[in-house]
Nanobody, 112 residues
Framework: QVQFVESGGGLVQPGGSLRLSCAAS?????MGWYRQAPGKQRELVAA???????DYADSVKGRFTISRDNTKNTVYLEMMSLKPEDTDVYCC?????????WGQGAQVPVSS
């Protein structure tokens, strides 16, 4: 089963930017970035198909960009104009049906 390792998280001020990376242990197809805060349901933030088509949650459109490098089995999430409500743990996984194997995630606290 393909494993995912997220990196690039960290404390950022409101209005700041951050780039997350997701390295997969095997070939990737359609992928998504998800986020989840304690006590809340996991939410799909952005998705990208094997052909490069993208889709975003309304709350992040125009601020987040998902991309991929198939030669490295890696998916990225560029986040700009971050808001306190973007504070979450961000994970990557297959889309639309995630595998049962989730990584540790990347913590993104947005605070001044």
């Amino acid at each position: 089963q393909v494993q995912f390792v997220e990196s690039g998280g960290g404390l950022v001020q409101p209005g700041g930017s951050l780039r997350l990376s997701c390295a997969a242990s095997g070939s990737i197809f359609s992928m998504g970035w998800y986020r989840q805060a304690p006590g809340k349901q996991r939410e799909l933030v952005a998705a990208i198909t094997s052909g490069g088509s993208t889709d975003y949650a309304d709350s992040v459109k125009g601020r987040f960009t998902i991309s991929r490098d198939n030669t490295k089995n890696t998916v990225y999430l560029e986040m700009m104009s971050l808001k306190p409500e973007d504070t979450d743990v961000y994970c990557c996984n297959r889309h639309p049906v995630p595998s049962s194997s989730w990584g540790q995630g990347a913590q993104v606290p947005v605070s001044s």
